[in-house]
């Protein structure tokens, strides 16, 4: 069983930066892909990023590339999602998710374990 807390969301106005980070309680974390769903009101929830057991591959969602980065460091079981130049459509609540062996993938369904979200808020 793998437990995931979110952490890092707020308001920030429009251009503005965010961090979050999700931690993970599991001794093999090592061995789990990572990754940031959203959801806003009234929408599906969507792929935001992604980051693989090893490290060695990112997928970033088309709507936030070159704005978001994704980063883990397994000696603190922690994935960190970097927020930049935030818009209002950017405004969801964000959820961590884990996959054992995962290669990165955008879907939903591929992911064992989740967070409860954090809710960020972006203030045109």
């Known amino acids: 069983q793998v437990q995931l807390v979110e952490s890092g969301g707020g308001l920030v106005q429009a251009g503005g930066s965010l961090s979050l980070s999700c931690v993970a309680s599991?001794?093999?974390?090592?061995?789990?892909?990572l990754a940031w769903f959203r959801q806003a009101l009234g929408k599906e929830r969507e792929f935001v990023a992604a980051?693989?057991?090893?490290?060695?591959?990112?997928n970033i969602a088309d709507p936030v590339k070159g704005r978001f980065t994704m980063s883990r460091d397994n000696a603190k079981n922690t994935v960190t999602l970097q927020m930049n130049n935030l818009k209002p459509e950017d405004t969801a609540v964000y959820y961590c998710?884990?996959?054992?062996?995962?290669?990165?993938?955008?879907?939903?369904?591929?992911?064992?374990?989740w967070g409860q979200g954090t809710q960020v808020t972006v203030s045109s």
């Open positions: 599991v001794g093999t974390f090592r061995l789990y892909t």
């Open positions: 998710a884990a996959d054992r062996l995962g290669g990165g993938r955008g879907s939903s369904s591929t992911y064992e374990y």
């Open positions: 980051i693989t057991y090893s490290g060695g591959f990112t």
